[in-house]
């Protein structure tokens, strides 16, 4: 009987310090802004909160706010409203569309953004060593000298067309590098404009036979048209590339990409600073420093293209 007391008095104690336990308020609030529901956003999403953990921001102490626009650019604008008036001690644009609308609505309080292209071209920052504002990030951009060099090796052909959508900044940013690129590696670059997701089927039946590869640049659209874009470039013969990783998962034939967790944990480590009480301005934007091939053999066997061995070697992943 007295055991029963005793441990009831200790259950009892131990509920009221419980109970009494104050609730830990949050020392910093984060809100992260998705552009779309890309794989690429969610994996650095991911990233970016564990390189933050390991710099000993994470719940409760740090408050997180994820939003997700859709793609919507009425959304994206919405949501960067909000953010500015919301208190937040740094905001955390994924994906171009979405940082450039952080950056316009945003000027007083630090924003570090992941998975843009070019911030510069797509006027985020003045520069990358210093961005001049209250910005500060890091770049999903890879090496399109790369990518021109695996389709060198996989068509002698001299006509390359490119897939972008207007107004998309991350998409005219690859648009203007390879058009510009296009004449070193003896290509005649060609723009096609997919405006919308109804645009694919008659802008690859123009490409038909006047192209001989394309490359998908990392605009909703054609994240959206991937699988399509696909099978109809592999019907007509068509090389596919892209500099999206995602991209070569629903079937692009090659990628030189960027690991999409990486660019947030380098994102993560930019924004612990920033939290510590760095200005955005002080920290330079940083792009990783290696990009990788990605090879789709499912697509090339669909397309009839041979990939050469030395390519297969090169590559750092591949779908077969």
């Known amino acids: 009987m007295r055991i029963g007391i005793r441990s009831g008095v200790v259950m009892a104690v131990m509920l009221a310090a419980i ?21 690429r956003y969610e994996q650095c999403r991911q990233g970016l909160l564990e390189a933050l953990k390991a710099e000993g921001f994470k719940e409760p102490e ?27 001690d740094l905001v955390v644009p994924i994906g171009t569309s979405a940082a450039a609308a952080v950056a316009e609505e945003i000027k007083d309080v630090p924003v570090v953004f992941a998975m843009v292209f070019d911030p510069v071209a797509s006027g985020i920052a003045h520069d990358w060593s210093s961005s001049g504002n209250n910005t500060t990030g890091a770049s999903s ?7 021109l060099d695996a389709l060198r090796q996989l068509t002698t052909g001299k006509k390359l067309g490119v897939l972008y959508t207007p107004g998309e900044k991350n998409s005219e940013a690859q648009l203007r590098e390879l058009l510009a690129l296009g004449k070193e590696y003896e290509l005649e670059a060609v723009s096609l404009l997919l405006a919308s997701r109804v645009d694919v089927v008659p802008t690859l039946a123009r490409a038909t036979g006047a192209v ?15 699988g399509q874009i696909v099978a109809l470039a592999s019907k007509a013969r068509i090389i596919t590339a892209t500099q999206s990783d995602d991209h070569v998962d629903k079937g692009v034939l090659v990628g030189v990409t960027v690991n999409p967790t990486a660019v947030g944990r ?22 990783l420093k290696t990009s990788e091939i ?16 030395a390519l297969r070697k090169a590559a750092a992943r591949v779908i077969e």
């Open 141 to 147: 951009k890879t090496s399109t000298p790369k990518l």
């Open 62 to 88: 740090t408050a997180f706010v994820v939003e997700q626009a859709n793609g919507s650019r009425t959304a994206v604008r919405e949501i960067a409203h909000r953010f500015s008036e919301g208190h937040m």
């Open 212 to 226: 001989d590869a394309i490359v998908l640049t990392g605009s909703s659209v054609v994240g959206d048209m991937v």
């Open 266 to 287: 380098l994102a993560g480590e930019k924004a612990a600073k920033v939290l510590r009480g760095a200005r955005p301005a002080s920290i330079p934007i940083e792009a």
């Open 19 to 39: 109970v009494a336990r104050p609730v830990v308020a949050a020392e910093k609030r984060v809100a992260i802004l998705l552009w779309n529901s890309q794989p």
């Open 294 to 309: 990605v090879l789709n053999l499912k697509t090339a066997k669909a397309t009839g293209i041979e990939v050469p061995a």
